[in-house]
C-alpha cells in the first residue's frame, strides 16, 4: 500500500504556524500549563469511554495509521484488470479465471471471482458482496465517529477548564494584580481545546470519511466488474460502463494510456 504524508506534514505545520505566531506577539511559557491539558485531553478521553466500547478505542492505534496511506482508488487498473480476465472468461469459459485469482491480493474482488467460479447465481454474488462491504464500511465509520466525538468534547472539556480556573481565581480577589495572570492561565484550556479539535481531531475524522468514500466506491465498481464478468459481456461493452466511475480526468488519462499502448502494438507488429 502507498504511503501519503501529507495529513501528518498539514498537522505539524499547523502547530508549527500556531507555535511561531505565538513566540512573535508574547511568551510561549505562558501558553504552557500540565493542568490545563490533563482537563482538555484526559478530561474528553474520559468522556469517550462513557461513549464508545473499550474495542472500538482499543483499534484507535490502528485507524491512525490509515492517516499515511494512499486511500485504495486505482479504478483505472480495475478496469484493465477487469476487461482482460472478461476477455479471458469470454475464450476460455469462466473456470479459467482460478489462475487469475490465485495471483491477486484483493481480498473483496478475489471474494467474488471465486464465486463466479463457482457459479453462485448473480443475485446471490451482488448480495454477499454488498453485506461485505457494508461490513466493511461500518468498521471504518466507526474511526471516524470517534474522533468526530472527541473534536466536540475537546472544545467543552476547554470551557470547563476555563470555569475552573475562573472559580479558582475569584477566589483569591485579595491580590488585584494577579488576576490579569489568573485569567491568562484560565482561558488556556479553552485555547488547548480549540486547538486539538480544529487542528487534529475534527480533520483526522475528516480523513477517514474521505478514505471510507473512497474505498466503498471503488468496491461498487468492482462488484459491478464482477457480475458483468458472470454475465459473459463483452469486454468492450464492459469497459464503457466501468469507465463511468472514473473522474473527467481519470477517464482522459485511461484513454490516452489505450492509445500509447495501441500504437506500440501495431509498431511492434
Given at each position: 500500500m502507498k504511503k501519503n504524508f501529507t495529513a501528518v506534514i498539514g498537522m505539524v505545520a499547523g502547530f508549527g504556524l500556531i507555535i511561531t505566531s505565538i513566540m512573535l506577539s508574547g511568551d510561549i511559557q505562558s501558553f504552557i500549563s500540565i493542568s490545563s491539558l490533563v482537563v482538555t485531553i484526559g478530561g474528553s478521553f474520559c468522556a469517550l469511554l462513557i461513549s464508545f466500547p473499550l474495542r472500538d478505542l482499543l483499534k484507535v492505534p490502528n485507524m491512525l495509521k490509515m492517516l499515511v496511506n494512499e486511500p485504495e482508488s486505482d479504478r483505472k487498473t480495475l478496469i484493465v484488470i477487469f476487461s482482460e480476465l472478461a476477455r479471458k472468461a469470454r475464450r476460455d469459459g469462466l473456470l479459467a479465471l482460478e489462475d487469475d485469482i490465485s495471483d491477486m491480493e484483493d481480498e473483496f474482488i478475489v471474494s467474488g471471482l471465486q464465486m463466479v467460479v463457482d457459479g453462485i447465481?448473480?443475485?446471490?454474488?451482488?448480495?454477499?458482496?454488498?453485506?461485505?462491504?457494508?461490513?466493511?464500511?461500518?468498521?471504518?465509520?466507526?474511526?471516524?465517529?470517534?474522533?468526530?466525538?472527541?473534536?466536540?468534547?475537546?472544545?467543552?472539556?476547554?470551557?470547563?477548564?476555563?470555569?475552573?480556573?475562573?472559580?479558582?481565581?475569584?477566589?483569591?480577589?485579595?491580590?488585584?494584580?494577579?488576576?490579569?495572570?489568573?485569567?491568562?492561565?484560565?482561558?488556556?484550556?479553552?485555547?488547548?481545546?480549540?486547538?486539538?479539535?480544529?487542528?487534529?481531531?475534527?480533520?483526522?475524522?475528516?480523513?477517514?470519511?474521505?478514505?471510507?468514500?473512497?474505498?466503498?466506491?471503488?468496491?461498487?465498481?468492482?462488484?459491478?466488474?464482477?457480475?458483468?464478468?458472470?454475465?459473459?459481456?463483452?469486454?468492450?461493452?464492459?469497459e464503457e460502463k466501468l469507465m463511468t466511475y472514473l473522474s473527467p480526468e481519470e477517464h482522459l488519462t485511461l484513454k490516452q494510456e489505450k492509445s500509447a499502448d495501441q500504437r506500440e502494438a501495431e509498431a511492434y507488429e
Open positions: 447465481e448473480p443475485d446471490i454474488i451482488r448480495e454477499i458482496l454488498t453485506l461485505k462491504m457494508e461490513t466493511t464500511e461500518r468498521r471504518h465509520r466507526m474511526g471516524q465517529n470517534i474522533f468526530s466525538k472527541w473534536g466536540e468534547l475537546s472544545p467543552a472539556f476547554g470551557m470547563l477548564g476555563t470555569l475552573i480556573g475562573l472559580v479558582v481565581m475569584l477566589a483569591n480577589l485579595q491580590d488585584a494584580a494577579s488576576i490579569g495572570t489568573g485569567m491568562a492561565v484560565a482561558l488556556i484550556t479553552t485555547f488547548y481545546g480549540s486547538l486539538v479539535a480544529n487542528l487534529v481531531f475534527i480533520p483526522i475524522a475528516s480523513n477517514l470519511s474521505v478514505q471510507t468514500d473512497e474505498e466503498m466506491f471503488s468496491k461498487e465498481m468492482a462488484i459491478e466488474g464482477i457480475i458483468e464478468i458472470q454475465a459473459g459481456t463483452n469486454p468492450r461493452i464492459l
